[in-house]
């Protein structure tokens, strides 16, 4: 029978799960805004992507939904919002791969053009990582990334089709070559054919092996990042990894051949570019964004990078080079140990796609760009002088709603679009207009819909449907009653967690149990955005913590570099000494049924360490394992018995006969970036010593476990698990 606590759960569950995720916008007009969302879908088990164009008043926004289809893999405006492009795979079971591919340039709700891809390339990208999908300034071409064709071979090289190339790593199943496609049409010819090229590099000569995140200066001058093999030709996995040997290059796009051949039914032209490098070796580079004159004329390259190698994630610097003259300057540098109040540097995955604001002051045109970056444990809109680098926090947290923010996109002028949240808040639409002073004044354009009225269920039980009229299963008014807080803990600087609790503890009950969830990484970081599992915890009765450890971003550089060589340790450290501060200030109370701890990824690693107080080489980033435990990774790196020592007093399966505690293991069948094989060998060594464990495995998801089952079922076997043993 499932219980009335059960059913208010997963009605939650159900109704924030399936609240839009804000992840573009674009401004169509001074006073349109196109806004993208993904949403989850609950029957199909999918993401589906929305846009809504919002319609700006001086108060108010008027808001037109489109729900896109299923078949749309991304779309994009032109720079004069005149055009959008669309990209479209069509599932079709006579086509290679199954499915079709198509390109559709639209304009004023007219298809400008339209071009089957299917024989060009293989699937479009679409993430921030390795995608971009940038128009010309002429608007009459257009750059996107999709996954190259494997080489068939040749009489000249009849084992191509053989030959190793590596793979992509996590995030990126069955793909290995991003590459670069130019779609062209005549604007003044509607009969016309359109074409589309790849992008290919002389074979003799410095260049990468993959591009990316193409973007243009002009009609014929566009800067990508490429990415290269390591000496021993390896491609080290990429996603949540801004340390690879990745720089920024500039190819120019030769003149229109005579006689180039287009149409859907025959083989495209290849467009040949001589690449430049325009970075170090030293630094891996991404996002770069181009800054126009008020002609229209390209004036700035700006991008930001990190080192090469150490660390997987650090604090990044913002570079910027003058397209005139050539010089090139970092523009915001890396900060080392700032002040508990000051500026910790930039921790920023990517750079919006447009970025760029031109403020009116006294002094006449400035111009800057916004970013997104973690600022200890808040996400903060950043306004950077692109004249002298001075930065400045437009959402400083001075009501104490511990709000976090991430920028969307800009006009271009003084209009910020972003979406914020807090723990008890899901995201809201928000748009800033910023005056000449960089003073901000954020208007909501969408908040979250809730229910707040009574809810009725239809219950199976013993052959009969029972009407069940629950007037407290108010989403709205439970979220309310979350309180969130940060707080730091003593003597392990600059640890802190994110504590959520309840408002309405009775003082006169036992505290409720503690939930503890570290973050994985190691130098990843939780903020104080919405989660719905962790405010469904909450709401479930439970108080929880998620420590911000040494080693998390988002607090300087010095702190990220200490955790090296003393993961299972420091770390560990800080997440029990933020459990212990808690009980001492009767947050939370010792004891069996009182103490939960769940975390993914490196913040698995510290769960399983936790309960106790391998194989690496088939993950895509086996520099991680050394690295982070004090061991230099370098190409010819193999992992010797001494090595192996070190590694294995790291590990919590070294600890194994120490665990007591019930366990649940999650693991993705399909994940790159650790072993599912490290999780099962845990599990047998769990149920070989008759210790309470269970395992759950999906064979469609990779490491975050990110897929719309997944996640469903992520949430409800753990608030089940701690529900059977919670006092």
Request: proline share 7%.
């Amino acid at each position: 029978m499932v219980d009335s606590l059960t059913i208010k759960s997963n009605t939650f569950y159900r109704e924030l799960a399936g609240l839009p995720t804000y992840v573009g916008a674009q401004f169509q007009d001074s006073n349109v805004v196109r806004v993208t969302t993904s949403t989850q879908d609950q029957v199909r088990k999918i993401r589906r992507q929305g846009t809504t164009n919002y319609i700006l008043h001086e108060d108010q926004a008027t808001a037109v939904y489109n729900v896109e289809s299923a078949e749309l893999v991304a779309s994009t405006l032109s720079p004069s919002g005149q055009r959008m492009a669309m990209f479209r795979e069509i599932a079709d079971q006579g086509a290679p791969e199954g499915k079709k591919r198509f390109v559709e340039i639209w304009s004023s709700g007219k298809l400008e053009t339209s071009l089957e891809v299917t024989d060009v390339h293989g699937t479009f990208y679409a993430d921030e990582i390795l995608s971009s999908f940038s128009f010309s300034p002429s608007e009459s071409t257009l750059l996107y990334t999709a996954e190259i064709k494997p080489d068939n071979g040749s009489e000249s090289d009849p084992f191509a089709k053989y030959r190793f190339v590596p793979p992509l790593g996590e995030g990126y199943a069955g793909k290995r070559r991003s590459g670069i496609f130019l779609l062209r049409w005549d604007r003044s010819n509607p009969l016309s054919e359109p074409s589309v090229s790849p992008l290919r590099l002389p074979e003799s000569g410095p260049r990468p092996e993959i591009l990316s995140q193409p973007v243009f200066a002009s009609d014929d001058r566009l800067f990508a990042v490429g990415y290269e093999y390591t000496p021993d030709r390896r491609l080290l996995g990429v996603k949540y990894c801004p340390n690879r040997l990745a720089g920024i290059w500039e190819l120019r796009i030769p003149p229109t051949s005579s006689d180039s051949k287009s149409g859907k039914d025959v083989t495209p032209n290849d467009i040949v570019c001589t690449p430049t490098k325009l970075t170090p070796a030293h630094i891996s580079c991404r996002s770069p964004r181009v800054l126009e004159n008020v002609d229209g004329r390209s004036k700035l390259l700006l991008w930001i990078a990190n080192p090469v190698g150490g660390p997987h994630a650090s604090c990044s610097t913002l570079h910027v080079l003058n397209l005139d003259t050539n010089e090139q300057r970092v523009l915001v540098d890396t900060v080392w140990d700032p002040k508990p109040d000051e500026f910790p540097g930039i921790f920023a995955t990517t750079l919006p796609p447009h970025p760029f604001l031109r403020l009116q002051t006294p002094q006449g045109t400035a111009d800057h760009i916004v970013l997104t970056s973690i600022w200890r444990s808040r996400t903060v809109v950043l306004l950077i002088s692109l004249q002298d680098g001075n930065v400045q926090n437009l959402t400083p947290d001075d009501e104490g709603k511990l709000l976090s923010w991430n920028v969307l996109g800009t006009d271009g002028n003084s209009q910020v679009v972003c979406t914020r949240s807090s723990p008890s808040t899901p995201p809201e639409l928000v748009i800033g207009r910023i005056d000449g002073s960089a003073k901000v004044k954020w208007q909501i354009i969408a908040k979250p819909t809730l229910s707040s009225s009574r809810r009725c269920f239809l219950l199976y039980l013993l052959d009969i449907f029972v009407l069940i009229v629950d007037p407290t299963i108010l989403v709205e008014k439970e979220l309310a009653k979350i309180e969130s807080s940060v707080l730091s803990i003593p003597g392990q600087y600059p640890t802190e967690t994110i504590l959520l609790k309840s408002k309405e503890v009775d003082p006169n009950l036992q505290v409720p149990p503690c939930i503890t969830v570290p973050h994985g990484g190691p130098h990843g970081a939780t903020t104080t955005g919405f989660n719905a599992h962790h405010a469904l915890l909450v709401i479930d009765g439970y108080t929880l913590s998620a420590p911000n450890y040494t080693g998390s971003v988002g607090f300087g550089e010095t702190y990220i570099r200490k955790l090296l060589g003393q993961i299972g340790t420091l770390d560990v450290q800080d997440c029990i000494a933020s459990i212990k501060y808690l009980i001492e200030l009767g947050i939370t109370e010792a004891g069996q049924g009182r103490q939960f701890l769940s975390g993914g990824s490196h913040g698995g690693f510290l769960t399983a360490h936790l309960i106790t107080l391998g194989e690496i080489s088939s993950s895509d980033i086996p520099d991680w394992y050394l690295e982070e435990s004090g061991i230099p990774f370098e190409p010819t790196s193999v992992v010797t018995s001494e090595m192996y020592a070190k590694l294995w007093a790291m590990s919590p399966l070294s600890h194994v006969d120490k665990v007591k505690t019930p366990t649940l293991l999650l693991l993705g069948d399909k994940d790159a970036r650790v072993s599912p094989t490290q999780g099962k060998t845990f599990y047998h060594a769990l149920k070989g010593r008759g210790r309470d464990v269970e395992m759950l495995t999906f064979k469609e998801d990779s490491h975050p476990l990110e897929s719309v089952e997944a996640q469903k079922v992520y949430f409800e076997a753990t608030r089940d698990l701690f529900a059977k043993w919670r006092k």
